[in-house]
């Protein structure tokens, strides 16, 4: 099994037995399913206490919703959002495994100091980057080789500095591809490439297929048929598709009536080998996944 660290030496849970399960804690006001159900510390805790008891091995705290068409909110306003939430969850969870979901440097790096243990961006290590930069370099990448220079990504120095994991997802401002899959993986090799330059420990990365993320439905199904493909790269897979709008979408659906579907995404998921779900339904979904696992490993997992 592969071995992952958190920076304040906290025990983190082993990678390649049961799949993990990471419970969404968004502390945001316009979130696509939960939108100002957590805004107050205490109300978070109490909901993050409901989903560890419910089977969450890691939490993941957000204060910005990523929803499309979602209103971009500053970096003081996220920090007030999460650094609160974080450290409230660190003092009445000792041990509980912490993530972080943000793109803002500055952000992860005062979670991190609040008693983060990771960091979860939705953009890759990007954020920040000459994007111009980015495209050009993205021509050089040739199965994990780079042939050009490119400035030090600031996500990527955080994470280095503080010796933590980092979940890479895949994402682009439009859902233009010329070719789907090679694009995808493309585009985070060249995340990978971001890493590698800040020196982070191949044992502490993640990568995440961004389903929901500049993508369009037919795209997000494709991700999910041939998730195999991305967990072929030798890196661990995190999945969310949880409460999304292709669900909505394929089963007509509103967003408080997608269990179902996200059950059958996060079965397929395991089976295709992704080995963390990101959910807001933990305990719901927990049943699932225990199945999903016992065929894949067998009673004795």
């Keep these: 099994m592969t ?18 399960i990471m419970g969404v804690v968004n502390v945001t006001p ?20 409901r989903m560890l008891e419910g089977g ?37 969870f000792p041990d509980a495994p912490i993530s972080v979901d943000t793109y803002r440097p500055r952000i992860a790096h005062a979670a991190l100091d609040a008693g983060a243990d990771l960091i979860n961006d939705v953009w890759g290590l990007k954020s920040g980057m000459d994007f111009a930069a980015l495209a050009a370099w ?17 996500m990527a120095r955080v994470a280095a500095e503080w010796k933590c994991p980092v979940i890479i997802m895949h994402n682009r401002s439009k859902a233009d591809y010329s070719d789907f899959w090679r694009d995808l993986v493309t585009d985070l090799r060249v995340s990978l490439g971001l890493a590698r330059q800040a020196s982070i420990e191949s044992r502490q990365i993640w990568l995440d297929p961004g389903f929901g993320f500049g993508k369009k439905p037919r795209h997000n199904l494709e991700v999910l048929k041939r998730l195999d493909r991305l967990a072929s790269l030798g890196f661990p897979v995190l999945l969310g598709t949880s409460r999304k709008s292709t669900i909505g979408l394929v089963l007509d659906r ?21 080995r963390m779900i990101r959910v807001h339904d933990v305990a ?10 016992a065929i894949r490993m067998g009673l004795e997992y």
């Excluded at 316009?30 to 206490?49: E, I, Q, R, W």
């Excluded at 967003?255 to 996060?266: K, N, S, W």
């Design 30 to 49: 316009d979130s696509f399913s939960d939108g100002g159900v957590n805004l107050d510390p205490n109300d978070a805790v109490a909901h993050a206490g």
């Design 138 to 154: 993205r021509e050089h990448v040739d199965v994990g080789k780079t042939r050009a220079s490119l400035d030090p990504s600031p």
């Design 254 to 274: 509103p967003v408080d009536r997608r269990l179902e579907g996200t059950a059958t995404t996060v079965v397929w998921g395991i089976a295709q080998g992704c």
């Design 284 to 293: 719901e979904i927990r049943p699932y996944r225990d199945m999903a696992d």
């Design 3 to 20: 071995s992952w660290t958190s920076p304040h030496g906290r025990r983190l849970p082993p990678i390649g037995k049961k799949t993990l």
């Design 56 to 92: 969450a091995d890691i939490l993941d705290v957000g204060g910005e919703s990523t929803r499309p068409g979602a209103q971009p909110v500053s970096g003081d306003d996220e920090r007030g959002r999460v650094v609160p939430v974080v450290t409230a969850l660190r003092k009445r």
